[in-house]
């Protein structure tokens, strides 16, 4: 069954990741065999703080990971487009929206005042929010002692598994 979900463009291609994993390894052969769509929760924050030289009026975009729960800063503003996937390609979110709520204006604040050196922070409001999925690619390497990677479709970084 197909339904429809909120995701990212896939910009690296079947044919591509494989011939990318041929090059570092030549002696395997590397298929990657399907695209799952991980789950995440995006938010975007206007943001209103005191800096040393200039205050800050702006928005500060922030991902949350809807399985696992882990925040992130997004520095630009991602391109969605509505996709039909297959059910059995689409990971379950196990965070559920209004955590991942909590977890991103955590995460937004230590930002603020870890990295970004605000001195104080005044005004932070969630502007929107929404559920995406993001492809990445299950690829396998045929060499029984090699390694299996997860790539992301988007930019092309790779994990093991």
């Known amino acids: 069954m197909k339904e429809q979900v909120l995701t990212q463009s896939i910009k690296f291609e079947k044919k591509e990741i494989e011939r990318s994993f041929m090059k570092l390894q030549p002696n395997a052969t590397f298929s990657a065999d399907r695209i799952i769509y991980y789950p995440y929760y995006y938010f975007i924050y206007n943001v209103k703080a005191k800096r040393l030289f200039l205050p800050m009026d702006e928005k500060v975009g922030c ?96 994990h093991p598994l």
């Open 63 to 158: 991902a949350v990971d809807a399985i696992n729960g882990n925040g992130s800063l997004v520095d630009s503003n991602p391109k969605w487009e509505a996709s039909e996937i297959l059910e059995g390609q689409r990971m379950r979110e196990y965070q559920a929206l209004e955590d991942c709520l909590t977890i991103s204006k955590s995460f937004i604040y230590r930002s603020l005042s870890l990295k970004m050196r605000m001195l104080s922070v005044s005004h932070v409001k969630v502007e929107k929010q929404h559920l995406f999925y993001r492809p990445y690619w299950v690829v396998y390497n045929s060499k029984k002692s090699g390694q299996d990677f997860i790539v992301d479709s988007v930019t092309g970084q790779y």
